[in-house]
């Protein structure tokens, strides 16, 4: 593994945190709390997601807006939301499907701060593994010198040192919104 797929790898991680902290409700209206929830449409002949099926707006800081391209799966787009039991409350009012974000109970903000804090842990899990798996490439190449074999295991970790950094960096960000009123 050389450093190149090793930065590759350690920015999927980051990515694939990212993504998950963005399913994590903060009492913000945002697109991405339903833009990849899974809908069956058509009959239950197609599967797909949010994002596929309709144009995704936060109108405002409590409110989503859907608008489907197909006006006839509205009923399936609100009941797939429903069903997915993300917590969301939506409502067919027209031609678009609206949905209320609820204030969050201090409970509730603990509950999803303990929660974020696990993702966070298994992306660092994942963090350490990859440079686990690099250190122990680089002790099976035999054409290394020993000095090369050093300079590589300290830029792998300080590239872990790096990942780690950005994950904590992630992680406050997200509990800074999660404590706001």
Known sequence: MDLEELKSKMQKILDLIQNDLATVRTGRAAPS???NIIISCYGGTQRLRVMELATI???DTRTIVITPFDNSIIGEIQKGITEANVGLNPVI???VVRISIPQLSEERRQELIHLMR?????GRIQARQIRHEAMNDLKKQ?????????RLEKEIQKLTDE???????????K???????
């Open 118 to 122: 696990q993702k966070l842990e298994n």
């Open 57 to 59: 707006v936060a109108q």
């Open 175 to 181: 509990e800074e919104e999660l404590m706001q009123i």
């Open 163 to 173: 990942l780690m950094a950005d994950i904590d960096i992630i992680g406050k960000k």
């Open 33 to 35: 709390l339903v833009e």
């Open 142 to 150: 035999e054409e290394t010198s020993e000095d090369e074999v050093s």
């Open 93 to 95: 009012d027209g031609q």
